[in-house]
């Protein structure tokens, strides 16, 4: 019976190096190239992989153990070998009426395909990288081809499993003890936190410590659209019409989301790997009321013209603050919008309203010189702060999404938006 040994390779300057992974066990089958061991030296990591087909026989170095080139990481047995321990089981003859077949007691095999199983495909690099934040790569499922894991995976790991340590914590009601009470420092009164925070807060809390968040922030040129909207007036009556900035808002988002549909989508089901892309067009709108914060929706803005819009906003908002919502009317939106404009402040980060994958924030428009065309100019500027799920949207979507918003915001669009 012939075997075959594996041994430390030409590796340059790899000397008495650490072994920092074993990523075989004996009793495995190995096919050529599959990854053995892992090195580490001060400069880099490096997989050594097999150059033969076989079964492991005997594993001859663990981790902490320092190789060179030449020294022996395991024995295979052959081929041939194989085929002759198959052939030295026993014969089971033609007359036999019942066979009766037990499962061998191999405890150590079952170790080994346990093991094997969960062993996950990565580079040195990554591995390093994931020893470093303290991870157990094995635990982290690969987004790459054949489960291979790359560095966002153990970054969006790493923040999952952040999450749900916050997640258990609130669940438990932990508390921080405060050492001296409010009290003892002056005149405090004591109030009930108003019925609407207090269900809109695990919302809140839940959008916060489970979607990665990132908000991109930029300014769109409205100056044309401001012209436009100030010239409204009714036909009949030759007044001006009250049309605020926000139902041409609502119709500029709408367009956008026609053209960019993952942000008219929802993550209900994420966990099972799917997303839920909405052909309709309801746009949430986020209103101050007394009671706290809501976010009634907008149904089917893109069948409507802005006085509609226009009417229909006020609508909601008197609803809202009256108490008279029905509660079907804050569910079932595509993308919400969040406007400081009327009160004042630029950029901010709004927080997603699950389940959307994103929320567009909008501050006060100011005027501001601009270099355009070759000279500074004074043209009304308008704040726009875009939250997105990161796992849904990149960046680079986000931003294309920005500008397209930001053109139809702009001077070509001011017309078509109010139809």
Same mark, same amino acid.
């Given at each position: 019976?012939?075997?075959?040994?594996? %041994?430390?390779?030409?590796?340059?300057?790899?000397?008495?190096? !650490?072994?920092?992974?074993?990523?075989?066990?004996?009793?495995?089958?190995?096919?050529?190239?599959?990854?053995?061991?892992?090195?580490?030296?001060?400069?880099s990591?490096?997989e050594?992989?097999?150059?033969?087909?076989?079964?492991?026989?005997?594993?001859?170095?663990?981790?902490?153990?320092?190789?060179?080139?030449?020294?022996?990481?395991?024995?295979?047995? *052959?081929?041939?070998?194989?085929?002759?321990?198959?052939? !030295?089981?026993?014969?089971?003859?033609?007359?036999?009426?019942?066979? %009766?077949?037990?499962?061998?007691?191999?405890?150590?095999?079952?170790? #080994?395909?346990?093991?094997?199983?969960?062993?996950?495909?990565?580079?040195p690099?990554?591995?390093?990288?994931?020893?470093?934040?303290?991870?157990?790569?094995?635990?982290?499922?690969?987004? +790459?081809?054949?489960?291979r894991?790359?560095?966002?995976?153990?970054?969006?790991?790493?923040?999952?499993?952040?999450?749900?340590?916050?997640?258990?914590?609130?669940?438990n009601?932990?508390?921080?003890?405060?050492?001296?009470?409010?009290?003892?420092?002056?005149?405090?009164?004591?109030?009930?936190? $108003?019925?609407? %925070?207090?269900?809109?807060?695990?919302?809140?809390?839940?959008?916060?410590?489970?979607?990665?968040?990132?908000?991109?922030?930029? +300014?769109?040129?409205?100056?044309?659209? !401001?012209?436009f909207?100030?010239?409204?007036?009714?036909?009949?009556?030759?007044?001006? %019409?009250?049309?605020?900035?926000?139902?041409?808002?609502?119709?500029?988002?709408t367009?956008?989301?026609?053209k960019?549909p993952?942000?008219?989508? *929802?993550i209900?089901?994420?966990?099972?790997?799917?997303?839920?892309?909405?052909?309709?067009?309801?746009?949430?709108?986020?209103?101050?009321?007394?009671?706290?914060?809501?976010?009634?929706?907008?149904?089917?803005?893109e #069948?409507?013209?802005? #006085?509609?819009?226009?009417?229909?906003?006020?609508?909601?908002?008197d609803?809202?603050?009256?108490?008279k919502?029905?509660?079907?009317?804050?569910?079932?939106?595509?993308?919400?919008?969040?406007?400081?404009?009327?009160?004042?402040?630029?950029?901010?980060?709004p927080?997603?309203?699950? $389940?959307?994958?994103?929320?567009?924030?909008?501050?006060? *428009?100011?005027?501001?010189?601009?270099?355009?065309?070759?000279?500074?100019?004074?043209?009304?500027?308008?704040?726009?702060?875009?939250?997105?799920?990161?796992?849904?949207?990149?960046?680079?979507?986000?931003?294309?999404?920005? #500008?397209?918003?930001?053109?139809?915001?702009?001077?070509?669009?001011?017309?078509?938006?109010?139809?």
């Amino acid at each position: 019976m012939s075997e075959t040994k594996i %041994k430390v390779p030409n590796i340059g300057d790899f000397k008495d190096v !650490e072994v920092i992974e074993v990523l075989v066990s004996e009793g495995q089958k190995l096919k050529k190239d599959d990854p053995l061991i892992t090195i580490e030296s001060d400069k880099s990591s490096v997989e050594i992989p097999s150059n033969f087909d076989g079964k492991i026989k005997t594993l001859k170095v663990k981790v902490g153990d320092k190789v060179s080139e030449g020294d022996l990481i395991l024995i295979l047995e *052959s081929a041939s070998q194989q085929v002759e321990k198959t052939l !030295e089981k026993p014969i089971i003859k033609k007359e036999s009426r019942e066979i %009766k077949v037990t499962k061998p007691d191999n405890q150590q095999n079952i170790i #080994n395909q346990s093991v094997v199983a969960n062993i996950s495909s990565a580079s040195p690099k990554v591995r390093k990288f994931a020893r470093e934040l303290g991870v157990d790569i094995n635990q982290i499922t690969g987004s +790459e081809r054949k489960g291979r894991v790359i560095e966002s995976d153990v970054k969006l790991f790493v923040a999952t499993k952040s999450n749900e340590s916050l997640s258990n914590s609130i669940k438990n009601n932990e508390k921080i003890k405060q050492e001296y009470s409010h009290s003892e420092f002056g005149e405090i009164e004591i109030k009930d936190i $108003p019925r609407v %925070k207090k269900l809109s807060s695990k919302y809140l809390m839940n959008s916060w410590t489970n979607i990665p968040h990132v908000t991109n922030h930029d +300014e769109a040129d409205i100056t044309e659209l !401001e012209d436009f909207r100030k010239s409204l007036t009714d036909m009949y009556t030759g007044e001006r %019409k009250k049309i605020t900035p926000l139902a041409f808002i609502v119709k500029a988002l709408t367009a956008s989301l026609k053209k960019f549909p993952n942000f008219n989508s *929802s993550i209900d089901e994420i966990e099972e790997g799917k997303m839920t892309v909405k052909k309709y067009y309801h746009i949430g709108i986020a209103v101050d009321t007394p009671h706290g914060l809501m976010v009634p929706k907008l149904r089917n803005a893109e #069948n409507k013209n802005i #006085n509609i819009i226009s009417s229909e906003l006020k609508k909601l908002s008197d609803q809202c603050k009256n108490l008279k919502i029905d509660k079907k009317e804050l569910f079932g939106g595509s993308m919400t919008i969040t406007s400081l404009g009327g009160i004042g402040g630029s950029f901010f980060t709004p927080i997603i309203n699950y $389940p959307e994958v994103a929320i567009l924030g909008i501050g006060k *428009s100011e005027k501001k010189q601009v270099f355009l065309n070759g000279k500074f100019m004074t043209r009304i500027m308008l704040p726009l702060s875009l939250s997105y799920d990161h796992r849904i949207i990149d960046g680079a979507e986000a931003a294309r999404f920005n #500008n397209d918003l930001k053109e139809n915001l702009g001077k070509n669009f001011a017309y078509k938006l109010a139809v």
